[in-house]
């Protein structure tokens, strides 16, 4: 928030909180001078005013600060999607099984119910401070004691805040593990189904998480409970001494008495309020603490996108010259480290990446479009190294089907996607009756896996860029689907004039390459005679 914007706020809050305490002075003024002299005009006036400008600033005050707070979480959303779509891909694939973004969009929720409670409690509070002011002209004694009582009561609010703070930190770790015990069940829900075992042992960690929350909840509800408590007593004694003590200890007059009790009732209407609402003003605090958290770990965009990109930009060679990458690993100090690994790419061709299990096939793959980054070497299109500002437009130079593909609900719109293409391919892939479009693009489908591989395949031919990655695409379809594979689908890719990278571990595509990798454990090889042969 802008240093203007904060003051412009303040004054508008306090503007609001001084013609409330305006009105009702002059209201009570007005009300006496009515029982003594029959008329109050000029009090009944002021009354009037001050409560028209009070109507006005106090809508005004409510409406910046909401207004100010949307604009904050609109900005925090935006940005997390940013970082969500232009961040490095394996810092996003890394934050996202931390849940990360899932958790701050949660947060920012919680934020967004809180807020309209917590506008008002700002208001209620400028209120309080200026009512309390009123107090300092009548009685200075009468508001040091009220200010002594506020001061305790702030000690145990203090006090009371730091356990809930406490509380709510750890019940919001409960609760994050009793989310990922469900998501994981979920995503084994058939496993689970099958073995008691990991159902038991399942259920035993993610009820240990539910009872840790219902726990701790419990004991932050119990803690509230006893501030409010607190409150009641501490808003009952305050009443009592200015009603009844202070005019008895001479500390007010029986004269102020009445105007004093008037602003005393108004004052605790909007302190209860302002009071009551400080646990939701810690929950917000400690989610948007949370959420600043979040967001300084999770990765900025790599680059700025581009107004449009040329998605037909031709290109001859792309080459990987000695690069390498070290995953680090928590249970091996060794890690796993592929390369240096030298390749050259043309267009046209089609280029086999070969290897066993676990041999860095994917790594290298994934090296290709820069979606993990070499940590030694470089990537090289047509010579020149690859920079910041020409990544957006070198990787859709890609497209493919990877080993954990993903097929978007809808196609995409415009961007070169060729519709008539993708139904054809559709058709030539043997899926066409099982796959719906909808006219928004929307996609309506109930296929297996490997018919779901050839409906990821479609959409990427029908993508129309230059180079296609095939990350074991053969590995889900059938015996007949496979021959199909190295002969009428490769040739049809090629006719299309794409560059087709493959990762296979089919003994007969190696055949079909212009240019082949061999890799063991992340080393390349030579040629073997036969793919068993691959170390
Ligand atoms: N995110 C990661 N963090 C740590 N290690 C990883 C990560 N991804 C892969 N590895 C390790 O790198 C090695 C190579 O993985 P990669 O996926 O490149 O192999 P691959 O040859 O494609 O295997 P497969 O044929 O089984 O798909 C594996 O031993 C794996 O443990």
Redesign the pocket.
């Known amino acids: 928030m802008d240093r203007q914007l904060q003051i412009r706020i303040l004054v508008e809050g306090g503007i609001a909180a001084l013609a409330s305490v305006i009105s009702l002075v002059s209201l009570s003024k007005g009300l006496r001078s009515w029982f003594e002299n029959g008329s109050a005009d000029l009090p009944f006036l002021l009354c009037c005013a001050a409560l028209v400008v009070n109507y006005v600033f106090s809508q005004r005050f409510v409406a910046r600060l909401l207004d100010t707070a949307v604009t904050s979480i609109t900005a925090a959303r935006r940005d997390l999607l940013a970082r969500a779509t232009l961040g490095p891909w394996?810092s996003i694939?890394?934050r996202q099984r931390e849940r990360s973004f899932e958790h701050c969009q949660r947060l920012l929720e919680q934020i967004g119910v809180l807020l309209p409670g917590l506008s008002i409690a700002a208001n209620m509070l400028i209120l309080t401070v200026v009512a309390y002011a009123y107090f300092w002209t009548v009685s200075v004694s009468g508001a040091l004691l009220i200010l002594l009582g506020i001061m305790v009561l702030a000690s145990r609010h203090v006090h009371h805040m730091a356990v809930a703070r406490r509380y709510l930190r750890q019940a919001e770790i409960a609760a994050e593990r009793n989310a990922g015990g469900v998501a994981e069940i979920l995503r084994g829900s058939i496993e689970i189904r099958l073995g008691k075992a990991r159902r038991d042992t399942m259920l035993t960690s993610v009820d240990g998480a539910i009872a840790d929350w219902d726990t701790l909840r419990r004991a932050h509800g119990g803690n509230v409970a006893e501030l409010f408590s607190w409150i009641n007593v501490f808003l009952v004694i305050l009443s009592a001494l200015v009603v009844f003590i202070f005019p008895r200890l001479g500390i007010v007059s029986a004269a102020e008495l009445p105007t004093l009790t008037m602003v005393l009732l108004f004052l605790i209407r909007p302190l209860a309020k302002f009071l009551n609402t400080v646990p939701d003003i810690v929950a917000a605090e400690d989610a948007a603490r949370r959420i600043a958290e979040i967001r300084a770990a999770l990765p900025s965009p790599e680059f700025r996108p581009m107004p449009s990109t040329d998605a037909d930009m031709p290109f001859e060679t792309i080459t990987l010259a000695g690069v390498e990458y070290s995953?680090?690993?928590a249970r091996d100090s060794r890690?796993?480290s592929?390369g240096p690994v030298d390749l050259t790419i043309r267009a046209g061709e089609v280029v086999g990446i070969f290897?066993?299990?676990?041999?860095?096939?994917?790594?290298?793959?994934?090296m290709i479009p820069l979606l993990v980054r070499p940590e030694r070497g470089e990537v090289l299109l047509d010579g020149l190294p690859v920079g910041s500002e020409s990544l957006e437009a070198y990787r859709n130079l890609f497209c493919g089907v990877f080993?954990d593909d993903h097929v978007f609900s809808a196609l995409p719109q415009g961007g070169g996607f060729d519709r008539d293409l993708f139904y054809d391919m559709l058709d030539f892939l043997d899926i066409a009756h099982l796959v719906q479009v909808e006219a928004d693009g929307r996609l309506d489908y109930t296929l297996s896996r490997g018919q779901r591989r050839r409906l990821a395949l479609a959409i990427a031919v029908a993508e129309g860029r230059r180079i296609m990655i095939l990350?074991?695409w053969t590995a889900d379809q059938d015996q007949s689907y496979r021959q199909r594979f190295r002969g009428e689908i490769l040739w049809r890719l090629r006719s299309h004039g794409l560059t087709v990278i493959l990762?296979s571990?089919d003994e007969h595509a190696a055949d079909l390459c212009d240019h082949t990798l061999f890799?063991s454990k992340?080393r390349m090889q030579a040629a073997p005679v036969t793919l068993s042969e691959v170390a």
């Open positions: 394996s694939q890394e995953y680090t690993n890690g796993f592929v290897g066993r299990n676990g041999s860095g096939k994917s790594t290298v793959l994934k080993q990350d074991e990762v571990h890799l992340g």
